[in-house]
């Protein structure tokens, strides 16, 4: 313990610049410490402790068993939580009483003093403890659990045409993403389509995985709309939990009626924008071939016949001609 101690106080010195980073590594050397510590008061006690790990995804409802329970009606159970985002250990379960504490509406204790955690998310990672007490004396080993949460990064604002990227996070009591421990050294992610297959050998993605963190690149088509993409944690091969994401675009793709109606309305307006065009330059060579004739064509005269009649022919009404005509010269022009 000495060692660790001083690593702890070299950790201290070395990071006065970075406060925010030596509280997150402290708290994970803190956890390291009580940990460890477990195991060697354990091992003086010549007792050991039940190690099991449990796999889930987001919103999924989980059961911790307890390994060591002592009394069947759970007055001798006692459930803590341990995470690498607090310092303290956390009684959620004292004696068979639910506690009041974060996780109070969530949880619940089973008849086999298994512990119940409905709709589970990525806060709820980390190692669970149930221990057994009699008159106040530890009695049994420990059974601690170990819940690790899978889940997919989800993405807003994608359109046709745009890069999609996906993330796949197993979020683990080490932090999210680690998974570099003995116990979780066979597990492996990957992305299948919404039919189940491997899309890892797929050209159209490109995808990056390191340890229990994954991601999926590609870019996306109107095809994709209401897809689902798929992320599967595996243990040797066999699946153990499976999360997916589904994309939906925020406008919908344009009908085959809408395109024809919209080509359509352009080739009219074209046509019309043609037409228009020839009907502007037929009138302007027109008007052009007019001023042309009309300045090279002789004048067009027409005669018109006015009589005039005297006063005698108004009283012998005879429709006769005499001098008294006059004639007069009307001009149109064409």
């Known amino acids: 313990m000495t060692a660790q101690f001083q690593c702890y106080i070299a950790l ?34 010549g ?49 068979g009483k639910i506690k009041d504490s974060h996780m109070n509406e969530k949880i619940r204790l089973g008849p086999d003093c298994s512990l119940h955690i409905h709709n589970v998310s990525t806060a709820d990672t980390g190692s669970y403890t149930c221990r057994q007490f009699i008159s106040g004396t530890q009695h049994e080993h420990d059974a601690l659990v170990y819940l690790s949460i899978l889940t997919v990064v989800p993405v807003t604002n994608l359109m046709p045409g745009s890069n999609m990227t996906l993330q796949c996070l197993l979020y683990t ?54 897809r689902k993409w798929g992320c599967q944690l595996t243990d040797k091969g066999e699946v153990k939990v499976s999360q997916s994401y589904t994309i939906t675009f925020p406008v919908k793709q344009p009908t085959t009626n809408v395109i024809a109606g919209i080509m359509s309305g352009v080739a009219v307006f074209a046509a019309v924008c043609v037409a228009v065009v020839v009907l502007v330059i037929v009138r302007r060579r027109t008007g052009n071939k007019n001023e042309t004739n009309q300045d090279k064509a002789p004048d067009s005269v027409t005669y018109a016949v006015i009589i005039h009649p005297s006063s005698q022919q108004k009283e012998k009404q005879t429709p006769a001609i005499d001098s008294s005509t006059e004639y007069a010269t009307i001009r149109t022009v064409n």
């Open 47 to 95: 007792v050991s402790a039940v190690l099991t790990a449990v796999n889930s995804g987001t919103a999924d409802n989980v059961t911790l068993s307890c390994k060591n329970v002592i009394e069947p009606d759970c007055s001798s159970t006692t459930w803590l939580y341990n995470t690498y985002r607090f310092t303290d250990t956390i009684e959620l379960v004292t004696l």
């Open 173 to 226: 009591y080490h932090n999210p993403g680690q998974c570099n421990n003995h116990q979780s050294n066979s597990l492996t992610l990957r992305w299948v389509s919404d039919t189940d297959t491997d899309l890892q050998g797929d050209p159209r993605y490109q995808i990056h995985t390191s340890s229990c963190n994954s991601t999926l690149t590609t870019e996306l088509q109107w095809t994709d709309n209401n």
């Open 12 to 45: 201290r010195h070395t990071c006065r610049c970075c406060p925010q980073e030596l509280r997150r590594r402290m708290t994970v050397v803190k956890y390291i410490l009580v940990r460890l510590l477990f195991t060697i008061e354990y091992a003086a006690m």
